[in-house]
């Protein structure tokens, strides 16, 4: 299945999908409330339902996932700046990309070029929450990926199917 993984999430050009809504905040305001990954999540997953025949139940089941990835930037960002929330839709998939300035880049030893499957990629991301990750993906059926961006950037970024079939 890992294999199947990484050749869906090979590439990561948005141009393919049509961009459906963004959130940006201040990192400073977004960490002060555990509350509002919540919050985002909610909102986030009601968007990702649209469209669907029955969108409360593709909304609930990926919020979820879009929960534990909610959070995991909540877990890694401290530096000072911006986290942004996208989505994007496909024919087939529907693309959620969390892009912040993480912090202590040099603890992970990536060049800012590299690309890391599922999570190892930061210092706040431990052997519980790459499992936790792969598992997710795996029910989901989608993949999931973080990945540098620039020097000190880093975004977590999941395609999920957009057919309701889930197992």
């Given amino acids: 299945m890992e294999a199947v993984l ?13 961009p ?14 555990w509350q509002f990954c919540d919050r985002i999540t ?6 990702l339902g649209q469209g669907h025949s029955d969108p409360a139940r593709y909304s609930n089941f990926l919020s979820v996932a879009a929960n534990e990835l909610v959070e995991l930037a909540f877990r890694s960002t401290g530096e ?16 959620l ?24 990629a930061g210092p706040d991301l431990k052997s519980d929450g790459t499992i936790l990750l792969k598992d997710l993906a795996t029910i989901c059926r989608a993949a999931i990926r973080i990945e540098q961006d620039g020097a000190r ?12 079939d889930f197992q």
């Fill in 153 to 164: 950037g880093m975004q977590i970024i999941a395609d999920f199917p957009s057919a309701e």
């Fill in 20 to 33: 459906m809504v963004s959130l940006e905040l201040n990192v400073a305001t977004f960490k002060s409330q």
């Fill in 6 to 18: 990484e050749e869906q999430a090979s590439g990561f050009d948005d141009h393919p999908l049509a």
């Fill in 42 to 47: 909610e909102y986030l997953s009601d968007i």
């Fill in 80 to 95: 000072p700046g911006r986290i942004s929330f996208s989505l994007y839709r496909g024919a087939t998939s529907n693309r």
């Fill in 97 to 120: 990309r969390i892009a912040f300035a993480r912090e202590d880049r040099e603890s992970t030893g990536m060049r800012p070029s590299e690309r890391q499957p599922l999570p190892g």
